[in-house]
């Protein structure tokens, strides 16, 4: 018979096994506004790939690990900003498909498209993303969700 705790052991081996091979992802890193090449269409010679697993979590996320890679397009007073990185919460793309990106259209002149991916590193250097859906009536939370992963 098993010493109590072995199974608990085992499962906490499997739970981290899962976990960091989940993670294993590198992304772009960079924005616009520092790197014009972090734009679109992205010139990724001079710009950073960041394994995902060397970052930590963020204070406000404690023991939220960044397991997918983002990249968002913005449009603010009629100037366009992108940024990629690893990202932390949610599902690579819409439901899963990762040709999809959440959109939003706000006042004062804002436009937003927010793509996840997971399916391979550097998932987050594709400058056209087809047939994006307008989500509006999320489109409020995903706001308050963004400003709560921060950039
Ligand atoms: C950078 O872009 C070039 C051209 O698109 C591509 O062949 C290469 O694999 C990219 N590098 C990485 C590290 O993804």
């Not at 996320?61 to 983002?70: E, H, I, K, N, W």
Request: with cysteine; hydrophobic share 35%.
């Amino acid at each position: 018979m098993a010493a109590p705790g072995t199974h608990n052991v085992m499962l906490l081996f499997v739970f981290f096994g899962a976990l960091s091979c989940a993670m294993a992802i590198k992304c772009w890193d960079c924005r616009s506004d520092s790197d014009p090449k972090c734009a679109d269409p992205f010139d990724n010679s001079t710009v950073p790939i960041t394994d995902c697993r060397t970052l930590g979590s963020l204070d406000h996320l404690p023991g939220v690990r960044p397991t997918m890679c983002r990249k968002i397009r913005q449009k603010v007073n009629g100037e366009w900003r992108y940024f990629r990185s690893c990202a932390y919460m949610g599902e690579p793309g819409i439901q899963g498909d990762e040709r999809f990106c959440l959109m939003r259209t706000g006042t004062y002149n804002i436009f937003m498209e927010y793509c996840t991916c997971n399916s391979k590193d550097g998932c987050n250097s594709a400058s056209s993303i087809k047939g994006s859906l307008l989500i509006g009536l999320i489109s409020t939370c995903l706001w308050g969700f963004v400003h709560f992963v921060g950039f």
